[in-house]
């Protein structure tokens, strides 16, 4: 069922554990991710960005087939269709397709414009019952050809985006998009800790670039107010790698083989998989 993402993610501050936001891409990245959380009982968050909503022919078009695929599925858990990395006008039109959730992200503003942007768009967002997202600091390395050095999140003006009465807040703290690099120096606990110190304990926290950060690193943010945890680089990665074998295996060249469903089959059962064991680690199994 489509909801918000208030609720499940209040829930989750207060419960300890952590819903995963899963990127989508295509009609079978929707299907593999409702199926594996439909399957473990945990809420989640369908993330789609800039780029990926253009891909798949305009928001009204993503809208349209998650909420169709949610009834024919018979889909029982939590759903949020939310915008990830929203700009301005974005936020706007997801609004009009009728997401349920946007994240407007004004972190390449200055601070005062990034405040006077997600101002407007929190009335916005909560005229129409959606929950909303804002950013504060940099998530490292490029998406939808945005590129941030990783500017870790300044907690004053952390404060200043949770006054607006945005419903969860994501914060740079030396987390980056794609693949850690071998010299990554982790996630800066000491940084995180003041940004809670300074919102209060009631806000919830978001981990963006989630692929990649070790399980024990992942806890302590969770037990340090993180309830919302970004996952999209891993999905493609284990797509590729199980599309690559079925191709490099010579499947795709025995009797019908090549036939579309046949041919991503194995990718979409290995973000199936990907995501339950994102779920196992978050803590939101049985959480629906």
């Known amino acids: 069922m489509l909801v918000n993402a208030k609720e499940m993610l209040d829930k989750a501050l207060a419960g300890h554990y952590a819903v995963p936001q899963f990127n989508i891409n295509d009609l079978e990245w929707t299907k593999s991710v ?12 369908l993330g789609v960005s800039m780029g990926a909503g253009k891909y798949m022919g305009g928001f009204k078009t993503v809208a349209a087939m998650v909420k169709a695929m949610d009834a024919s599925l018979g889909i029982t858990v939590p759903v949020a269709l939310h915008l990830d990395h929203g700009t301005y006008d974005g936020s706007y039109a997801c609004i009009e397709a009728g997401f349920t959730s946007i994240m407007f992200d004004g972190s390449h503003y200055d601070i005062d414009e990034n405040v006077e942007k997600t101002k407007e768009l ?45 419903d969860f807040l994501a914060a740079g703290i030396g987390n980056i998009h794609g693949v850690y690099p071998p010299d990554w120096e ?46 999209n680089t891993e999905l ?22 090549y036939d579309p469903r046949k041919l991503l089959a194995p990718g979409a059962q290995a973000i199936i998989d990907e995501c339950k064991s994102k779920i196992a680690v978050f803590g939101c199994a049985g959480k629906a």
């Open 34 to 45: 409702l199926t594996a959380c439909e399957e473990e009982k945990s809420p989640v968050i």
């Open 122 to 166: 929190v009335s916005a967002a909560h005229h129409l019952g959606l929950s909303i997202e804002a950013e504060v600091g940099g998530i490292g390395g490029t998406e939808d050809g945005v590129t941030s050095s990783g500017e870790k999140a300044n907690p004053d003006d952390c404060k200043r985006i949770a006054d607006l009465g945005v």
């Open 186 to 231: 982790g996630l800066d606990f000491t940084v995180l800790a003041a940004i809670k110190d300074k919102i209060g304990a009631d806000l919830p926290l978001v981990l963006h670039g989630g692929s990649g950060i070790p399980e024990d690193q992942i806890k302590k943010a969770i037990s340090l107010g993180v309830s919302k945890i970004n996952v």
């Open 236 to 257: 493609q990665i284990v797509f590729a790698k199980a599309t690559r074998a079925y191709i490099e295996a010579g499947k795709d060249q025995q009797g019908k083989g």
